[in-house]
């Protein structure tokens, strides 16, 4: 059973950072993409980031140089490091995984549950 665990999440003042991981366990293959969600109350969920096997990194328009994702060589751990974080950021952060390469932000196999980043102004 494909599983995809987060960490990281928290409340933190406008203008701070967080540090977002994600760890995969029971695909023996791959993934070849991995990347972030969120959820904003009350909007649809949205692409954040996505990293491929290659290299590649894609990033949401909202993202303007702000946040990072990094993931480790065997791609089962993922990592969302987000600076200068606004109230508008708040939301709920997933990690996900796609066995073939992503082209897009938000088209995944697998999800995680999610955890809340919440941003005070």
């Known amino acids: 059973q494909v599983q995809l665990m987060e960490s990281g999440g928290g409340a933190v003042q406008a203008g701070g950072s967080l540090k977002l991981s994600c760890v995969l366990s029971g695909l023996t293959h791959g993934p070849q993409c991995m990347g972030w969600l969120r959820q904003i109350p009350g909007k649809a969920r949205e692409g954040v980031a996505i990293a491929n096997s290659d290299g590649s990194t894609r990033y949401a328009d909202f993202v303007q140089g702000r946040f990072t994702i990094s993931r480790d060589i065997d791609m089962k751990t993922l990592y969302l490091e987000m600076n200068s974080l606004k109230p508008d950021d708040t939301a709920i952060y997933y990690c996900?995984?796609?066995?073939?390469?992503?082209?897009?932000?938000?088209?995944?196999?697998?999800r995680g549950q999610g955890t809340q980043v919440a941003v005070s102004s």
């Open positions: 996900a995984a796609q066995r073939t390469f992503c082209f897009n932000l938000w088209s995944f196999d697998y």
